[in-house]
């Protein structure tokens, strides 16, 4: 694949991801406003969505594959660093939270992500690996002028990640009816 072409891909996609990184700057402008986990999480947006803007412009500048991919990677794992520092931050925040909380004699709901969305994002993730490392697979073993590998490594990757998408869906819709039939226990106990 020809620079130009990468180069365009990566543009078009940081262009696309300001749906994510424009609230990250508005949380990061924020300043103090926000929790400093949120800051180091809008931080660490930010930082990967500026690592593929800075990917397409090493594709159209550098000659070779080696410069765009180190600093590809280089722009990854600092992404990574921050989002896992902004988790266990959060994770701190909420102890603190809840330790205050009962200090003062009241326990609140749980706030944040929930463990199903975590459980889905993961689902997700293994889909996405998972038909990536099919797609490998098929398009190594298919030979011959029969089996043309395009159609075949499109195939059996869409079929596995139609089956891990299959699973969030279910595991999302099987969460909403157990977590709607836990709040109707509860509204009826209150009576």
């Known amino acids: 694949m020809a620079h130009a072409v990468a180069a365009l891909g990566a543009a078009a996609l940081t262009t696309a991801g300001s749906v994510w990184y424009v609230p990250a700057l508005a949380d990061l402008r924020a300043g103090a406003d926000r929790p400093e986990s949120r800051r180091i999480a809008a931080a660490a947006c930010v930082t990967g969505w500026a690592g593929t803007g800075a990917l397409a412009v090493l594709l159209l500048v550098a000659e070779a594959w080696r410069t765009p991919v180190a600093a590809a990677v280089a722009g990854a794992a600092v992404a990574t660093a921050l989002r ?14 809840a330790h205050h909380w009962r200090h003062l004699g009241h326990v609140p709901p749980p706030t944040g992500p929930s463990h199903s969305r975590t459980v889905v994002a993961t689902v997700l993730a293994c889909g996405l690996a998972a038909a990536v490392a099919v797609a490998a697979w098929t398009w190594k073993t298919t030979d011959g002028p029969a089996d043309d590998p395009r159609w075949v490594t499109a195939a059996a990757s869409a079929t596995v990640m139609g089956v891990f998408l299959t699973a969030a869906a279910v595991y ?7 977590t709607a039939v836990v709040r109707e226990r509860r509204r009826r106990q209150r009576r």
Do not use: S
């Open 84 to 97: 896992l520092h902004a988790a266990a931050r959060r994770r701190r925040e909420a102890r603190e939270m």
């Open 172 to 178: 999302t819709r099987a969460t909403r009816l157990a």
